[in-house]
Nanobody, 123 residues
Framework: QVQLVESGGGLVQAGGSLRLSCAASGLTFSAYAMGWFRQAPGKEREFVAA????????PYADSVKDRFTISRDNAKNTVNLDMNSLKPEDTAVYYC????????????????WGQGTQVTVSS
């Protein structure tokens, strides 16, 4: 049974930093690209960042480029999202997800999803 468990969310002031982690189990982690998505209240889910199997590709949404960094550790079955210079508009539930094909921004191509972790950025 595939499980993705996100952690690291919380309340932070604008300009602050957080590190989100996603621990995967029940799958061959290195065979999957991984992605981070987010959903704010009343808004559709949106792509944040993705990382290919060997970390050679890391596409980002324009809104987070140069502020967020995605990384993975295939030995530990984890994917991280380092978030710096946080803004109130980054407030959302953040989800990690697996993609057996590629590190793509399209959420419809992702197979398994975690339950999410709340990130709240106060102004």
């Amino acid at each position: 049974q595939v499980q993705l468990v996100e952690s690291g969310g919380g309340l932070v002031q604008a300009g602050g930093s957080l590190r989100l982690s996603c621990a995967a189990s029940g799958l061959t982690f290195s065979a999957y690209a991984m992605g981070w998505f987010r959903q704010a209240p009343g808004k559709e889910r949106e792509f944040v960042a993705a990382i290919s199997r060997a970390s050679s590709r890391t596409p980002y949404a324009d809104s987070v480029k140069d502020r967020f960094t995605i990384s993975r550790d295939n030995a530990k079955n984890t994917v991280n999202l380092d978030m710096n210079s946080l803004k109130p508009e980054d407030t959302a539930v953040y989800y990690c997800a697996t993609n057996h094909l590629s590190a793509t921004p399209s959420g419809r191509e992702y197979d398994y999803w975690g339950q999410g972790t709340q990130v709240t950025v106060s102004s």
